[in-house]
């Protein structure tokens, strides 16, 4: 089983829907929670940051961690084309430079 | 955030042969990291390198397949030794931001590497 499960979509969305996209994990001493969206062939952003659980908004991205559930979510809000990417979910059990453990990513299109 | 470039961007090698790939930061970072991300899979993290220290590489990974230099707070390389086929795979750097998330790390574009 590995460490963090990510649904590799692809996922297909008009636009102006709302798109959640999740991870579990089965780890639970991971405590610094991670979102990166990757277009094609570019590195992966830094999208969200999370400490701990708790929900943590920016502009049309929402961040949800439940450490009792080992699972996370990431919501975007009246989807654009321009957000069709590659989102990864990242965790860490310390801050610092420690080790990130990512999902696969979730392939996201938005369509017009 | 650091701006982070590399290189070869892409490059398509022979079986046998070594890549260096090179990563440079705009700014002084302490922790520097280097990644694998083959198709369909997760990013592996494969070692990290601090500057004047050896490198710390993760299960799965030694330093005689993948040596790294750290010769200063910009600047690191890895070297892909003896390739095979199965070494194809998108290598990554990334920095640890100390501008603003201490807790997390920036990536650079990526080199793509393809051998035959």
């Known amino acids: 089983q590995k460490e963090v499960e990510q649904d590799p979509g692809p996922l297909s969305v008009p636009e102006g829907a709302i798109v959640s996209l999740n991870c579990t994990y089965s780890?639970?001493?991971?405590?610094?929670f991670m979102w990166y969206r990757q277009y094609s062939r570019k590195g992966p952003e830094l999208l969200m940051y999370?400490?701990?659980?708790g929900n943590k908004e920016d502009g049309r991205f929402t961040a949800q961690v439940d450490k009792s559930s080992k699972y996370i979510s990431l919501f975007i809000r009246d989807s654009q084309p321009s957000d069709s990417a590659t989102y990864l979910c990242?965790?860490?059990?310390?801050?610092?430079?420690?080790?990130?453990?990512f999902g696969t990513g979730t392939q996201l299109k938005v369509e017009l | 955030s650091a701006v982070i470039s590399q290189k070869p961007s892409r490059d398509i090698c022979q079986r046998g042969t070594s890549l260096t790939i090179q990563c440079q930061v705009d700014?002084?970072?302490?922790?520097m990291f280097w990644y694998r991300q083959q198709p369909g899979q997760s990013l592996t993290l494969i070692a990290t390198?601090?500057?004047?220290?050896?490198?710390?590489?993760e299960s799965g990974f030694v330093i005689d397949k993948f040596p790294i230099s750290r010769p200063n707070l910009t600047f690191s390389t890895l070297t892909v030794s003896n390739m095979s086929p199965e070494d194809s795979s998108i290598y990554l750097c990334s920095v640890e931001d100390n501008d603003r998330f201490q807790e997390t790390q920036y990536f650079g574009p990526g080199t793509r590497l393809l051998v035959l």
């Open positions: 700014s002084q970072v302490t922790m």
């Open positions: 999370t400490y701990s659980s």
């Open positions: 390198a601090n500057q004047g220290s050896e490198a710390t590489y």
């Open positions: 780890n639970s001493a991971f405590q610094y």
């Open positions: 990242a965790m860490s059990v310390t801050g610092g430079g420690n080790k990130l453990t």
